[in-house]
């Protein structure tokens, strides 16, 4: 389980090392080094995703490891409430950022022709939150669209007992 304490509120998250093993093992690696704190969710689109864990405030992008390998293959679905890896337009780009599914997003699938997006957690409570984060105001900030005009800024992400 990871808790996330936010500007907006309290979530917590259910990793699931078993179906995404990689994008799990990724995750805690930058959770353990304290990576996330002070990031923010820079990208709200309401009924779709809020994504984050690769900006600071003043969206300056965070240096990261090398990316890992997709594992949108696992059969995991990117249904309201789970996380998935965010990535380019290559496959196997996922580094930090991840984002929470507003709604079912089946198209986000691994599917005949497209590859997907690997789903490696879901939220466990503190979805009320999660859908305040998605309610915040946003518009247009260094290039980016779907920025919060005020910042969503996760100030600290750690590992907890369930």
Request: glycine share 10%.
């Amino acid at each position: 389980m990871i808790r996330f304490e936010t500007t907006m509120g309290v979530f917590t998250v259910e990793l699931d090392p078993e179906a995404a093993p990689l994008s799990t093992a990724n995750f805690l690696r930058y959770v353990e080094e304290g990576f996330f704190d002070g990031t923010i969710f820079h990208r709200i689109v309401p009924g779709f995703v809020i994504q984050g864990g690769g900006f600071t405030e003043d969206m300056a992008q965070k240096r990261t490891h090398a990316p890992i390998k997709n594992e949108a293959e696992n059969g995991l679905k990117n249904l309201r409430g789970t996380l998935s890896m965010a990535r380019t337009n290559d496959i196997n780009s996922a580094t930090s950022q991840f984002f929470v599914n507003l709604k079912d997003n089946e198209f986000l699938d691994h599917q005949r022709g497209n590859f997907g997006y690997a789903v490696f957690a879901r939220i466990k409570d503190g979805m009320d939150v999660i859908d305040a984060i998605a309610g915040v105001e946003t518009g247009r900030s260094r290039g980016f669209d779907d920025v919060p005009l005020q910042p969503v800024v996760m100030t600290s992400v750690r590992k907890v007992e369930d």
